[in-house]
């Protein structure tokens, strides 16, 4: 068997006394997506964080394709094919939504350290992050900047962002919150693109219930920082922790 | 056709007071010099003058544009001795003379002096002297200095030492403390002082070298008569000396006090300063009057303003000022010149009644080493 | 103001906030460890307590500064012209009233102490109001601009003193029966220093109380960070950051005249001077803490006084060291509040 | 697309590529506003052609310090403007290229193998100074990095006082040029158009153009991809970081070429002035100058730099001789008169740094470029 | 019918060159709980702002309680009884939740009985007391922002987007705390784009689009019309819980 993309071994993170992730292990193979549920403060933005490198395990390790990246810093991780939309919008405010797109896109060609060539010669650079506004429908808005987006613009420019990384695992944290239902399911199908590739590796944060359903492959459910449950989705759906603790629905205990 | 004379000094910044004096100084040696004519030998004087800021870089470009775009004759300046320095240069590739003042770096009739350098204002080697020759001429006296830890504190104390060694070979400095130039907090320093001073034997005194604000009543208030110490201030500006009145019976050498001199001059120039400006004239208005007087002597003496023809007329010129004569010594062109020792009043009549003369010391009891290699 | 009045009541079983002690620990461990190295106890006395009264003395100069600039986070150059300014504010006293400095008595002298203190803080509180209105409030939020703005205002105001009481430095006499020392033994402790430590001590205090019994000191963080949202929850918060700057404007002022007092001699760069020493006090202390800036300017203080005398060389970089130092080991400074 | 949304017709399409030996000499970022371009084509000539069009040594002076004052201006807005890094250890590096040729040419004597040694020395140092700054306190928090800067450069300044033997301590040190740049060189016998091709001709023009040279480098820095990292990690280090971007190699290396640049131009004010010293270099109050002539000019802007500096030195150089002739004018008025005293004239300095501050808030590049709008 | 509480007269709005708004008109009865939904970009959060005086209004009439707020600063609308939870939440996240709280208690300190209703809702604040809360997780931030704006008892609560992050089970709680209030004689105006929860809690209903109302009416009406929910929203079937 190969090695899966991304693995956790017993990670975990304390903040002081509070585990905020505790002991999770966990495998992810290309070509599926995991939805990752849990109540809020369970610990999966906290998983996220401590995957991607924003935060430094106290123990555990992760991999990405069977190599450690525990001690690596973000952007070396980002740089092995680790990619991230955050849950609270993270943009840079004053650039415009094609300079957000283009920085990713440029990061991805490893472009960075040219200091004497001109930017706007790259036109492929520019090119790809126009392509890449085009399919979340913000071309029209190319260059307005995100502090003037409204807030359902800036989480689909947030996606813009993780997709022109083109990373190999792809972590969604509840891209669709504040989105209006009408331009949910254009993220939606872009997400499950991604998925049909199938050597990608995607990993969704998300409280609706409705398109955890339609999009995974598999749940993993987090609570008070362990993982408790991991499997087929309507069997974890069904499950009594699922049912009281995060959808709090008193029927299960009947 | 004018004659052109140039004034710099740093009009602008901390030491704007100092500027004021020399300005005020010269102005009124001019107008003494010349009885109100502002006119020599036919010509009139006009005086240019311009504010370095104390940036030496800027006294450099300043003098540079006095000789080549005012075209005068011949220079004066400048308060700071960085900025002096820098000025040295100028006036050997332009080939005019430059008077020195009030700026006392040794250096400038020293290592970096050219001949076309003079200097009215005192240098730092006759402060030492001054202050050596306020110092008992026997009896064992152990000497702790204060100074601060700059290339100007530390010559300072240097040039004390071999001050001593000459003309007051009984006195030793058994101690040197250097504090950070930005100091405020002497306790530490006045500890140390107090504990190398306190078992020694004869007069124990302390000799503060000070540029900015003095450290005098900070020293003064942890009482160190309690071990005998007496503390020798070193001379200043009147509003620095203020500070003293609180300390009567201090000694040191001051270089200029307006009630010490008499001579006509002097006696003009206080009268007149106080009618002015309500106040005696200070330190720097006594050198800007003694820059002036060399000025117009030696044009009087060179008649004209040929650089070459004055150089000439003033090497070895001797000229009147407020404190007395002053001569250019050939060598150097340094201005020789006597220094006071005082002591401080017990109980002034007025604010800037401060300081009784104990003596004056003439110029030949003082034997400044010439250093300028020449 | 019914904007401050301090919450009292929550819910019993919430959970209680600690108490941080360790900083507190390190002034007395500090000064015990140099005693070994002063040797003699006379001398380390001597020097403590000056140390401590200097520290004092950097704590009242600062501590306008820990609210404007730790808590409002404006960077403000323009501090030191306020300390000047409350120096050259006591001759306004000094003038009519210079009997009282002469006179021997120790009411007399105190009184005329304080009449500076209040007429200092009256002349910088009014000057900070309009320094606020017309200097700082355009730009707040950014730091550059107001490093620009507040050093223009701080180059006007020092002119300005050079315009009214003239370049010359002025020799301020301190009252009469302040003078001197109390000289116990071997032990020296100037007189004036005593009455520093007395007037830090209260400002101390009083600052302390005015934090953390009212909602002041929150309302000023949380209008740094969203003063849109303060806004929001009812609260005038352009109106409070003035009075904070006025506050922290007039106690600049009373820290001016004790520095006046301890120098006794005024130029109008006498606040600029100290001003790299204020900044760092701030920032060993932890930005916005007043006890902070309290344990910082002794801590600092006593240091300088100890390598002073054990090793003059160091002096020079005793503040910079101490700052490194505890930056290595509390990267946000002592007690941090705001964390920017 | 609906009314509410911004309006896509945007003034300036940099995307759009454009070619030309100019546009590739200016980095692809032309001044976008012909107000401004103007002034720009009449500093630069003006810069260019003053040893001809004005006699005396004032203007040649002022011209010298403007230039190397862009140079200075232009490097700390890579650093300020484009990398959004506070630091007040800037004049340090000018303080090394100052020292570095001062020292060589002290030591060593009048020659070009010295300025060639002393500049080389400044540039390492400087380098290896600003990375060793960079990688140890980048990481903290911004506002505690500009303090540790604060800390280093008056710890340097200490240095240079202490080290008097070399430094010349506070009165610095006074130096002969190699002979080409000497007043007394004459490289032509007959004067071009009346002024004498002599030393300090040959001195300035090595000023400009090095300056010119250096500007155009940085220029073509802030526009590479390179730039536009450093303009993203300003707006949002976390999330550059989180893109893939090493932000504290790359603040790094923002400090170090803003560093060299930096030394460059001490390197030239001291060759132009012939001597070195702390206030020259070194001081703080030099410092606030390069940040109110960024600011003025325009942060972020590059261009800003040379509008900045030309304008602040000419202030500085010319202010009071303004005055002078203001005060004389008036000088029957009451009060007036003393208020525009020349001695005063840091008083219209301090109100010239809050109205600049006031009048442009971003900048006078800002303003023209909106107004061309 | 006696005059709503809040009244939004022909209301435009712009931001800086930007047309915003395009004269929004609706009133809020007291007592009701009022829903405001609508696409993204459509001008929801720029009417929020607009009502608090955050940005200012450049034509029409905003009044609230027969008073005219139109051109009031926003610490005197808040004054009036108006409290407001911003799409960004506006968490202090250097302060504590427990200063962010007492901040938002402006009157005085917290009645306990009301505290320990809100600590019973949001539980998890209790247990976060003293952390800074920029450390709390996205759900338990939107938590705090509530919590904050029902602090105290107010004439008006605007509320925007506050199910976005919350996981099922406490948009639950969020439904019964609004209920609650509303009980309790309070007056919401509600922005959602959970149409689950939007649709379980509101009276009225106002939708708008590109800057203007373009319906108003029940709630009840809305649910039943599944048509007129496709053509306003663009709801999909499915996209119900
Ligand atoms: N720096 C920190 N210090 C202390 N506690 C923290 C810190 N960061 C996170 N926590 C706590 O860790 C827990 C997990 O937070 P996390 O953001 O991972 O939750 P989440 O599962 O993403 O929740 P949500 O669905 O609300 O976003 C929370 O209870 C939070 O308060
Ligand atoms: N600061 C701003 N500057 C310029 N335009 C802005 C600004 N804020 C919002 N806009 C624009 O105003 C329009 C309405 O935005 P608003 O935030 O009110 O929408 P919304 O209905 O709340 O959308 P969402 O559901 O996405 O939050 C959008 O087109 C947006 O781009
Ligand atoms: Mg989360
Ligand atoms: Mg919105």
Redesign the interface.
Known sequence: MTAPALETRGLTIRFGGHVAVNDVSCRFTPGTLTAIVGPNGAGKTTYFNLVSGQLRASAGQVLVEGEDVTTLPASARTRRGLGRAFQLTNLFPQLTALENVRLAVQSRADAGWSLFKVWNSRRDLIEKAEAVLERVRLSDKRHVAPKALSHGDQRKLEVALLIAMEPKVFMFDEPTAGMSVDEVPTVLELIHGIKQRGDTTVLLVEHKMDVVRSLADRIVVLHNGSLVADGEPAEVIASPVVQEAYLGLEAARA | QDIKIALIAGKTGPLEAYAKQTEAGFMMGLEYLTKGSMALNGRKISVIVKDDQLKADLAKTLLEQAYNDDKVDLAVGTTSSAAALAMLPVAEENGKVLIVEPAVADAITGEKWNRFIFRTARNSTQDAYGAAAAIPASGDVSIATLAQDYAFGRDGVAALKSALSQIRPNAKVVFEEYTPQNATDFTASAQRIFDALKDKPGKKIINIIWAGQHPLPKIADLKPERFGIEIAPGGNILPAMQIYKNYPGMEGAVYYYYAFPKNPMNDWLVAEHQKRYNSPPDFFTAGGFAAASAAVTAIQKAGGTDPEKLITAMEGMTFETPKGPMTFRKEDHQALQVMYHFKVKADGKDANDLLDLVDTIPADKMPIPVRNKR | MSDMTADATTAAELPRTKTDWVPLALVPALALLALPFVGEPSTWVTLTVAGLAMGMMIFLMASGLTLVFGLMDIINFGHGVFISLGAYATLLVLGPLAGWAQADSVGLNLALLLLCILVAMAVTGVVGAVFERVIVRPVYGSHLKQILVTMGGLIVAEQAIHAIWGASPIPIPLPETLRGAFVLGDIVMERYRVVAVAVGLTVFVAMQLMLNRTRIGLLIRAGVENPEMVEALGYRIKRLFVSVFVAGSALAGLGGVMWAFYRQTLTAGMGMEVMVLVFIVIIIGGLGSVGGCFVGSILVALVANYVGFLAPKLALISNILVMALVLIWRPQGLFPVARR | ????????N?PF?????RSGVLQ?LL??DPPRSRVLSLILVAILFLLAATPFLFS???PL?TAAKICVFIVLVASYDLL?GYSGI?SFAHTMFFGIGGYGVAIALERLGAAWTSVGIGLLAALALSAALAAAIGLLSLR??A??FS?IT??VA??MA?LA??L?EITG????L?FQLPPALR?AFRLLSEPVFGTAVNGRLLAYYLVFFVSLGVFLLLL??V???????L??IR??E??????????VA?RTAASV?SALAATVAGALMALW???N????TLSFSIM?DI??MV?IGG?GTMYGAVIGAALFVLAQSYL?VLMEAGSSAVAGVPILP?LIH??????W??????VS??AF?GGIVGRLRQRGN | MPEPLLQLEAVQTHIGPYHILHGVSFGVQTGSLTMLLGRNGAGKTTTLRTIMGLWRASAGRIRFDGRDITASATPDIARAGIAYVPESMGIFTDLTVRENIVLAARSGPIDSARLDWMLGLFPALRRFWNLPAGNLSGGQKQMLAIARAIAEPRRLLLVDEPTKGLAPVMVRSMIEAFKALKEAGETVLLVEQNFYAASALGDDVLIMDDGRIVHSGRMSDLVADQSLQQRLLGLSLDAHQ
């Open positions: 697309m609906t009314a509410t949304s911004a309006p896509t945007i399409d940099e995307t759009k590529v590739s980095s692809s005396g040594s004032q002076s300020l506070v903290v928090r506002i505690f303090m604060l800390a008056s710890a200490v006082s202490q008097s301590g506070e009165d610095g006074s007043p073509r820095v526009n590479s991809p390179f730039g536009r990292v303009q993203a707006e949002n976390f999330r550059a970081e989180a893109l893939g971007y090493r932000v790359y070429i002035l012939r001597y010293g702390p206030d020259t606030i940040l109110l600011v942060m009071q003393n020349p001695d005063r004239w840091l008083l300095l301090g109100a010239l740094f809050i501050v006031y808030p």
